[in-house]
């Protein structure tokens, strides 16, 4: 690994699991110091982070709230002094079809993956601009492309985000501070577990296996260095070929 992330702070939300633990053992062994926000108990990521040969700190936060991300804000500042990346990875896929949704189940979703952005890069982004140089990831969804059945409340939320990090690019560019997105396609982690359409998805990537945690780091680890100063405003979608646009 390179050491592209040396002396860097990386908030990951929803690092205790998943596709955001992965985030967090690779950036980690790139040199970041990890902040993990996560509902759950992050011994296991801190565990890994230890292994990568770095440090981090664990902070109890429901990233839809505006509090708790205060108090993230907070503790992150007091442990590393500094945030310079910022990757909101937390969020909530419930499948259910548009006509079983309700208005309770759509808010939640678009509280936990979409309002939380507004909550994190409030809390995180003055600091950034201030300092000269930020990054700021979302991860998304290829399913925002292609749109899918049962998920309509989520793609929506994804939606929301790519259109938010495209205007957000535009105000903080000239600041030093880039705003991506990732956009993966289905991925094996705790929240997929014993989902059944591995296979079928698999048939529509371009590449026919199954995307893993690990697929998505060499990308975000890019995209939130130094090499990647000049790209923002972006949805790479990182999905085995499966949107071809
Ligand atoms: N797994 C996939 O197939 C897939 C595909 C495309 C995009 N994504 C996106 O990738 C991200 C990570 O997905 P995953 O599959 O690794 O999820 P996961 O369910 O395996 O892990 C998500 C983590 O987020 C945490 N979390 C959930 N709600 C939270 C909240 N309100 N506040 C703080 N933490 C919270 C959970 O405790 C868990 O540790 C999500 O944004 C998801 O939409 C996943």
């Known amino acids: 690994m390179s050491r592209s992330h040396a002396g860097r702070t990386v ?12 985030l967090a053992q690779r950036l980690a062994a790139d040199g970041a110091q990890i902040v993990i926000a996560d509902l759950s108990d992050a011994a296991d990521t801190i565990a890994l982070v230890e292994q990568a040969g770095s440090k981090a700190l664990g902070v109890r936060c429901d990233v839809s709230s505006a509090e708790d991300v205060a108090d993230l804000a907070r503790q992150a500042r007091s442990h590393f ?26 808010r939640k979703v ?12 409030h809390e995180f982004l003055p600091e950034m601009r201030e300092q000269g140089w930020g990054r700021v990831l979302a991860m998304v969804s290829n399913v925002f492309h292609a749109g899918r059945g049962g998920f309509s409340h989520y793609v929506a939320s994804k939606g929301g985000l790519i259109g938010f990090v495209r205007s957000l690019a535009a105000e903080v560019g000239a600041e030093g501070v880039t705003v991506n997105a990732i956009a993966p396609s289905l991925v ?58």
């Open 188 to 245: 094996h982690s705790k929240g997929t577990t014993g989902f059944e359409y591995f296979e079928d998805i698999e048939q529509l990537q371009a590449i026919k296996r199954a995307q893993q945690p690990t697929d998505l780091t060499g990308a975000t680890s890019f995209l939130t260095s130094d090499d990647a100063s000049f790209i923002t405003g972006q949805t790479l979608v990182v999905d085995g070929g499966w949107v071809r646009a």
């Open 110 to 121: 678009m509280s936990v993956n979409l309002d939380s952005m507004f909550h994190l890069c």
């Open 81 to 106: 002094g500094r945030v310079d990346v910022l990757i909101h990875n937390a969020g909530i896929y419930p499948l259910t079809p548009f006509s079983e949704i309700t208005f309770e189940e759509w």
């Open 11 to 22: 908030v990951i939300s929803g690092a205790a699991a998943g596709i955001g633990q992965a």
